[in-house]
């Protein structure tokens, strides 16, 4: 399974975007899914998770209070809403979801199923 991110952009020092996930073709709403992103010459870390049923999320301290992980059933489709965005949170944004493991995974090493990447930069 190919997951499909989209939203990504150049936005300015406190703005906001929006990224979205989808199951190219494949219901994958009910996996548990994640965001992680990476930045030029750091390792990929999590940003935020989200289990099966959409019930219990999980945030990165750097982004709490800033992002919100979601999901939408009838859409198939997870976000993340990235508000107050400040440079350090540039990167290439990966979705990833997991058929069997849950609830909430926070270790890339969970994942079964990766997105492409969707570049976020901001500008100062």
Not at 40 to 47: D, N, Q, S, T, W
Not at 71 to 96: F, H, I, W
Request: proline share 3%; hydrophobic share 35%.
């Amino acid at each position: 399974v190919r997951l499909v991110e989209a939203g990504g952009g150049l936005v300015q020092l406190g703005g906001s975007l929006r990224l979205s996930c989808s199951g190219g073709g494949r219901t994958v709403i009910n996996y548990a899914m994640g965001w992680f992103r990476q930045a030029p010459g750091k390792e990929r870390e999590l940003v935020a998770a989200i289990s099966r049923t959409g019930s219990s999320t999980h945030h990165a301290d750097s982004v709490k209070g800033r992002f919100t992980i979601s999901k939408d059933s009838a859409k198939n489709t997870m976000y993340l809403q990235m508000n107050s965005l400040l440079p350090e949170d540039t990167g290439v944004y990966y979705c990833a979801a997991d058929p069997r493991r849950g609830p909430l995974l926070v270790k890339i090493d969970d994942y079964d199923f990766w997105g492409q990447g969707t570049q976020v930069t901001v500008s100062s």
